[in-house]
C-alpha cells in the first residue's frame, strides 16, 4: 500500500512563501508522475502541478511563475516551493501518485492546509 505524507502547510501572508514537502513509502522512482492539487472551500479539487519520472512538467496557469514543483527519487519526496503567495492561494493542498495511462491508478495524502492572510 502506498503512503503520501505531505507536510509544511500553515499560515502565511500575502507575497510570502512557503515548501510543501510530501514523504512517499517507498520509490517514487516507480510512479509515471507525482503532483500536487489543491480544494479551496466550496470548490472542486484542482491542479497545482505535475512532474513526471521523465523530468516533464505542467502547471495550473494561476500559479505559473510562482510555483515550483520537485522530485528528490533518492529520498522519496516531491516538493512544492510556493512564492509569492496570494489569497486565493488558500487551499488543502493534496499529494498525489499516478501510476500512468495503462494502470491509471492515483493514490493520494491525507493533504495538508495553507492559508494565506494578513
Known amino acids: 500500500q502506498v503512503q503520501l505524507v505531505e507536510s509544511g502547510g500553515g499560515l502565511v501572508q500575502p507575497g510570502g512563501s512557503l515548501r510543501l514537502s510530501c514523504a512517499a513509502s517507498?520509490?517514487?522512482?516507480?510512479?509515471?508522475?507525482m503532483g500536487w492539487y489543491r480544494q479551496a472551500p466550496g470548490k472542486q479539487r484542482e491542479l497545482v502541478a505535475t512532474k513526471t519520472s521523465g523530468g516533464s512538467t505542467d502547471y495550473a496557469d494561476s500559479v505559473k511563475g510562482r510555483f515550483t514543483i520537485s522530485r528528490d527519487n533518492a529520498k522519496n519526496t516531491v516538493y512544492l516551493q510556493m512564492t509569492n503567495l496570494k489569497p486565493e492561494d488558500t487551499a488543502v493542498y493534496y499529494c498525489?501518485?499516478?501510476?500512468?495511462?495503462?494502470?491509471?491508478?492515483?493514490?493520494w495524502g491525507k493533504g495538508t492546509l495553507v492559508t494565506v492572510s494578513s
Open positions: 517507498g520509490s517514487i522512482f516507480r510512479f509515471y508522475a
Open positions: 498525489n501518485a499516478h501510476t500512468g495511462p495503462v494502470s491509471g491508478i492515483d493514490y
